[in-house]
């Protein structure tokens, strides 16, 4: 009988998790189309070359609201995880499955480096934002490792998500 509410609450766990993931998906694809739909070609008053979209602010406080969302989550996970025991099933994980945590900070901190490194060799470059000349060295550095970062963390999570449901047996 316990096993059963164990498995009507995962159940419903899993319903809200889907429900949420679409919802946000949802929201995220509303705001980018609002985005782009919405004075995306509006001239920069400064520099007519460049554009000025006009719903950059709700783009940047919807990428600000999912971080926020993401931390959070992750801050509740790791108590809930450490309050709880963690998940102490009675089959032990085995080969790379065992090492999901370790594969991925190691795949960040590698993505970090290299991209501080093409940021060093490229700190001469100047930056053109907004029309103007930007040569701070310190900015193009940080740049480039988020710009990198960003691009290798997304090939290896959908890599990985293919990877999974490749092999899923459910």
Do not use: H, R
């Amino acid at each position: 009988m316990n096993k059963n509410i164990e498995t009507t609450a995962q159940a419903g766990v899993e319903k809200i998790s889907k429900f949420t993931l679409w919802a946000l998906i949802g929201i995220s694809l509303v705001v980018l189309a609002l985005f782009i739909l919405i004075g995306y070609d509006t001239p920069y008053e400064e520099n007519p070359k460049f554009v000025d979209p006009q719903l950059t602010d709700a783009l940047l406080c919807w990428t600000y609201f999912l971080i926020a969302g993401t931390a959070i989550a992750t801050v509740v996970s790791v108590i809930y995880g450490a309050i709880s025991g963690g998940n102490k099933s009675k089959v032990e994980e085995k080969g790379l499955l065992s090492k999901t945590g370790l594969i991925a900070w190691g795949t960040f901190i590698v993505s970090i480096v290299i991209g501080v490194a093409m940021g060093i060799a490229g700190k001469d470059e100047v930056l053109l934002i907004n029309g103007k000349d930007w040569n701070n060295p310190t900015d193009i550095i940080l740049t480039d490792a988020s710009m990198v970062s960003i691009l290798v963390l997304t090939v290896v999570t959908v890599i990985a998500t293919v990877f999974s449901m490749v092999t899923n047996k459910k």
